[in-house]
């Protein structure tokens, strides 16, 4: 496509009379990725000037790296032709979506059950033509809810919406932060991300406001198809409290196999930030056809003093994981949590780990990690601890286990560790582990089978960070662990 | 309700059990005693289901179903329970909720109901006083950091709250304390009546003072070398194995 064909349909695009949420039939843009996409995606979500400008700052950096993806994870993985993927490409019209759940995969549906799932909800997540309205309406049982609990929100001055409408309603929020925790090229895909991001959520909890519940994607009514490229900002105030939790424990099904997200946290003084995820995409099949790859970058800055941020993941989904939540301890006495459970089975690949830049003075931080491989799964865990000279009396301690399962998997543990000051102190204890036979066939002597009995130790393992979620997700969390694990006994 | 049929099995070619017969009628305290390496443990082993031993001849009727081909859950839901030497530690699980899955999978296996959780605490509750176990045993990660004697009166615990059919004591006596030893004694004394039948594997006297058995079988070299009742203990104690091998 040459690029006067693309103006031509950026043109016709922007004449659509219907906005981007209410009729998408008619959206998309085509293969590839040049200034003009870039142009069409800021054009369609009616961008400020300014946006515009640094999308094609961040698209020009791109440009000159597009060819040299970082290697160093140990993630294998065929090459990604950047130019082959849609950057704008709307999800599928209803004439190509199945018609019912009888067209649906068996697997996702045996794990939809298995999770108990409602119908109505199975529907929507599966895709299924025109199931979108009727599932908003069976999540929040009616669109009232979700009001009231916009209302209260609005009372405590709380911001809780989509970031391309928080860039239409607070633009100098959006512009004073974007950027400020991930810089544009921080690395290969935040860069990428910078020029095409999709949608995502915008969090902004004003000084002193301790927001009364967990704010959740699935609450956002318009959270459907936030699209591959998520970008998310949440701005903590003086003094005030947040959690929120990111992702669903449902498999979801993408059509886009690359998906780079960009989290971007921070903390003022006296601030906290509890931030939770469950990441359970398309982890490809047996033989490792499909799946997602995951590139996300998070990170999170703790820009006041005393203020916090923690991390807490379930990672179970993705053919290919690359995460790396972390954390910048630049307030004095703030404090760095990273809680993490990584899992891969079948030919799943998971690079994951967190890094907790000590910058100010008596800052500490924690990191509990937890990787479970099963199957033919590869698990690294990759953490840097960095203490830098005027970080006096930083303050660290890393926890970081393996649990093998299985004769085929493997774990690899990566810790670095950078202390720039004598008066800091820096602890990493790290087990490897396998369930042993002895645990199964007790277990099994008390009426156990032997894939609960494997869920029921893999759980234990766990539970240092699965306690760290909000009550609801952890029941979930557990129960997507289980089913994660089919297949890795017997 | 177990019946053991000339029995013969091996580990890496070495055999370990050598033509055994036993029967273990309802209601009964049969006591298996022998040396170190006897194959004791081996037949409790073959007995739950374990796996790695090479089954070469005889089979195992557990209520007049030969039970050679179940999993080691399967025979548990049927009745079966071993109180084992070495209880393993799980981290991250709290004893009771270990216990409620293992009794939950039991009743699912048998086409019952989950338990009342509240109803199965409370039975918890009175159930550790009995044994004078702190309540906090409840909550504790399974065995994790449990001391020895601990262990043991947990595997009781879990025996006394499963309410087995046949129970295989493997020796719940090894390294306890005389205060401990009355508690387990105790409470499997309490436990026997006509309905359920108790399987002993001692190396010592100790146990069988307390719990009386009906039989006693001296064991050597994978096979029944001398039976007798309660009075075979006591010359056992006195003239040590080697009078009988």
Redesign the interface.
């Known amino acids: 496509m040459t690029t006067s064909e693309t103006a031509k349909i950026v043109e016709e695009a922007s004449e659509y009379k219907y906005g981007f949420t209410t009729d998408i039939e008619q959206e998309f843009a085509p293969k590839g990725l040049n200034e003009d996409i870039v142009k069409f995606i800021s054009k369609k979500k009616d961008e400020p000037q300014w946006l515009l400008d640094w999308r094609l700052n961040a698209f020009d950096m791109w440009k000159k790296r597009e060819y040299d993806m970082p290697g160093w994870a140990n993630l294998k993985y065929d090459n990604i032709d950047f130019q082959d993927i849609h950057y704008f490409a709307a999800p599928k019209s209803d004439e190509e979506k199945p018609k019912s759940l009888d067209e649906i995969d068996p697997e996702l549906l045996r794990a939809y059950n298995k999770l108990g799932i409602p119908l109505k909800e199975q529907e929507f997540l599966a895709g299924i033509k025109n199931s979108h309205k009727v599932a908003v309406d069976a999540v929040f049982d009616s669109v009232s809810v979700a009001t009231t609990f916009k209302d209260e929100l609005n009372k405590l001055g709380i911001i809780f919406c989509s970031f391309s409408e928080a860039v239409q309603t607070h633009p100098e929020l959006v512009k004073k932060y974007l950027g400020s925790v991930v810089p544009t090229n921080d690395n290969f895909f935040s860069n990428l991300n910078s020029a095409v991001f999709s949608d995502g959520s915008f969090v902004y909890i004003p000084p002193n406001v301790k927001c009364p519940m967990e704010l959740s994607t699935y609450f956002r009514i318009n959270a459907a198809n936030t699209g591959q490229f998520e970008r998310t900002l949440i701005i903590a105030d003086r003094g005030s409290y947040v959690s929120y939790l990111e992702g669903c424990t449902a498999p979801m099904r993408d059509e886009n196999q690359l998906h780079a997200a960009v989290v971007e946290l921070v903390a003022l003084e006296d601030a906290e930030i509890k931030y939770s995820t469950v990441q359970n995409w398309y982890p490809g099949d047996k033989n490792g056809n499909g799946g997602i790859y995951n590139f996300v970058t998070k990170r999170g800055t703790c820009l006041g003093d005393n203020s916090k941020i923690s991390w807490t993941q379930v990672e179970t989904g993705s053919a290919v994981t690359w995460k790396y939540p972390s954390v910048i301890l630049k307030g004095n006495n703030s404090k760095g949590e990273f809680y993490s459970v990584a899992l891969s089975n079948n030919m799943q690949q998971a690079d994951t780990g967190t890094k907790m830049i000590h910058l100010g003075k008596n800052t500490s931080s924690r990191i509990v990690s937890k990787g479970i491989s099963a199957g033919r799964g590869q698990q690294t865990y990759r953490g840097l601890v960095s203490v830098l000279p005027n970080a006096i009396n930083a303050r660290n301690f890393t926890q970081c286990d393996s649990l093998l399962i299985g004769n085929d998997c493997g774990a690899h543990t990566v810790p670095y560790i950078n202390v720039r000051n004598e008066l800091s102190d820096v602890a990493h204890e790290a087990t490897t582990s396998k369930i042993s036979e002895e645990q199964l066939y007790y277990c099994r002597q008390r009426g156990i089978n032997e894939e609960d009995a494997t869920a029921l130790i893999v759980n234990g393992f766990c539970r240092e960070v699965l306690k760290n979620l909000p009550m609801e997700f952890a029941v979930e969390a557990k129960k997507l662990l289980e089913l994660s694990l089919e297949g890795a006994v017997g | 309700m177990l019946e053991i049929k000339n029995l013969s099995v091996s580990v890496k070619n070495k055999i370990i059990i050598n033509n055994l017969n036993l029967e273990i009628e309802k209601g009964k305290k049969v006591a298996i005693m022998g040396p170190n390496g006897s194959g004791k443990s081996t037949l409790s082993n073959v007995i739950?289901?374990?796996?790695?031993y090479q089954i070469n001849d005889g089979q195992i009727f557990f209520n007049g179903i030969n039970i050679l081909d179940l999993?080691?859950?399967e025979?548990?839901?049927k009745g079966i329970?071993?109180a084992?030497q070495?209880?393993?530690e799980?981290?991250?699980?709290a004893n009771s909720s270990?216990?409620r899955?293992?009794?939950n999978?039991?009743r699912k296996?048998n086409g019952e109901k989950d338990l009342n959780t509240r109803e199965f605490l409370e039975e918890c509750k009175d159930l550790s006083k009995r044994l004078n176990l702190d309540t906090s045993f409840l909550s504790r990660?399974?065995n994790t950091g449990f001391s020895g004697g601990e262990k043991k009166k947990n595997e009781i615990f879990?025996m006394l709250m499963?309410k087995p059919k046949l129970c295989i004591l493997d020796e719940i006596d090894s390294g306890l304390d005389i205060d401990a030893l009355k508690v387990i004694s105790d409470g499997v004394s309490k436990y026997s009546n006509e309905n359920n039948s108790m399987l002993i594997i001692t190396h010592y006297q100790r146990l069988l003072d307390y719990i009386k058995p009906d039989e006693v079988h001296i064991f050597n070299e994978g096979k029944i070398i001398k039976s007798g009742d309660y009075n075979l203990v006591k010359t056992l104690e006195e003239k040590g194995y080697q009078e009988f091998v």
């Open positions: 739950a289901g374990k796996h790695g999993d080691p859950e025979r548990a839901a329970y071993l084992f070495y209880p393993v799980i981290p991250g699980i270990f216990l899955t293992a009794l999978s039991i296996y990660d399974l879990h499963m």
